[in-house]
């Protein structure tokens, strides 16, 4: 099915490990997006990139690197994972929709991560 | 003062009733204002977008902006118990740009 897809869907860390959160569209769309959501709070970006082979800082980007690989692909990772890093975290694509302008129209189904 | 704050909630309403939600934004050049649905344990979803101040529907949904008062809103008419979700205002400088989002108001339809 057409969409973004993030791998995995679950995971828990122990504090210092480190680990690589995927996330592969396939709707040609230049932008794409990593947040963050913690409880009762809305999104946060941690990094994105307007197009292949470009990456920007958000809003919180401390404590995490991320790779473009390619149009596709857009990973997110943990270097040392911090119970602070107890999240859950979103993959998101956009593009110029008809009415809506460019806006992060399609998300992944996040990803539940646990560091303890 | 935050970028982009929403009415606390959480916000409840009878079936049937109109349900107001309200975000006011701090940057005064923002170009492009957006309204999200997120379902208890699922991904954000995108429900109305718009740009020019005025109104904006699209069946039960209306969004409102008022740039002079850097006010925005959305209307939910007749609401429904599948309406039941947390809302999320997002808010870009630039058409191009990164969105900056709310914290959500959560909204309960009670039948």
């Known amino acids: 099915n057409a969409g973004v897809t993030q791998t995995p869907k679950f995971q828990v860390l122990k504090t210092g490990q480190s680990m690589t959160l995927q996330c592969a569209q396939d709707?040609?769309?230049?932008?794409m997006y990593w947040y963050r959501q913690d409880p009762g709070m809305g999104l946060r970006l941690i990094y994105y990139s307007a197009s292949e082979g470009t990456t920007d800082k958000g809003e919180v980007p401390n404590g995490y690197n991320v790779s473009r690989l390619n149009k596709r692909e857009f990973s997110l990772r943990l270097e040392s994972a911090a119970p602070s890093q107890t999240s859950v975290y979103f993959c998101?694509?956009?593009?110029?929709?008809?009415?809506?302008?460019?806006?992060?129209?399609?998300f992944g189904q996040g990803t539940r991560l646990t560091v303890v | 003062q935050k970028e982009v704050e929403q009415n606390s909630g959480p916000l409840s309403v009878p079936e049937g009733a109109i349900a107001s939600l309200n975000c006011t934004y701090s940057?005064?050049?923002?170009?492009?204002f957006f309204w999200y649905r997120q379902y208890s344990g699922k991904s954000p979803e995108l429900i109305m977008s718009?740009?020019?101040?005025g109104d904006k529907e699209d069946g039960r949904f209306t969004a409102q902006l008022n740039k002079a008062s850097q006010y925005v809103s959305l209307l939910i008419r007749d609401s429904q118990p599948s309406d039941s979700a947390t809302y999320l205002c997002?808010?870009?400088?630039?058409?191009?740009?990164?969105?900056?989002f709310g914290d959500g108001t959560t909204l309960t339809v009670k039948p």
């Open positions: 940057d005064r050049g923002s170009q492009s």
């Open positions: 709707m040609n769309h230049n932008s």
């Open positions: 998101a694509s956009s593009e110029i929709l008809t009415g809506h302008g460019n806006t992060e129209a399609f």
């Open positions: 997002a808010v870009k400088h630039t058409n191009a740009g990164k969105s900056t």
């Open positions: 718009i740009y020019s101040n």
